[in-house]
């Protein structure tokens, strides 16, 4: 976790694009959902890292605010 705080605190931009959904399995309360993403990380003009990836995860509706939340996030990415 400090690590992953480290790396995004020391960015100065990052960029996170959504891809096609590759599995989508809800009801009223739970969503679980596999997505590809594109992620791009800009430390300076010269120092660039560009990430393919898939996450899965699993949202869960609350029921006071009626938001989703991610309950659970799992990296599927192979770096």
Do not use: C, P
Not at 7 to 20: C, E, H, M
């Amino acid at each position: 976790m400090k690590t992953s705080y480290g790396l995004f605190q020391n960015s100065q931009q990052l960029d996170l694009i959504w891809n096609n959904i590759l599995l989508s399995t809800s009801d009223s309360t739970t969503a679980e959902i596999i997505r590809g993403f594109n992620l791009t990380i800009t430390f300076s003009s010269t120092d660039v890292v560009r990430l393919d990836g898939r996450v899965d995860m699993t949202l869960r509706k609350d029921s006071q605010t009626g938001k989703w939340l991610i309950s659970k996030w799992i990296d599927q990415s192979s770096l």
